[in-house]
């Protein structure tokens, strides 16, 4: 019988961010988590995390900001 050592990389993720009333607007970061998935390991927060570091770094940039008639 062939065994396997389970042996945890981090590796790249995507994460896709949506807003809650338009699923269609979306932001896609890539983070590092380890891989195989890991149960005690928060990926969602890790995912924020790496969003926050990305807009304080002005990786993710704001290109216009526009009125929204209601």
Do not use: C
């Not at 389970?6 to 979306?26: C, E, G, Q």
């Not at 995390?49 to 929204?68: A, G, M, P, W, Y």
Request: positive net charge.
């Amino acid at each position: 019988m062939k065994t396997f050592n389970r042996k945890f990389r981090n590796l790249w993720h995507r994460a896709v961010f949506y807003h809650s009333t338009n699923p269609d607007n979306t932001i896609e970061i890539e983070f590092k988590a380890p891989f195989p998935k890991k149960e005690n390991v928060d990926y969602e927060k890790l995912a924020i995390e790496q969003f926050n570091q990305e807009l304080r770094s002005k990786i993710i940039k704001i290109r216009d900001i526009k009125h929204v008639l209601t």
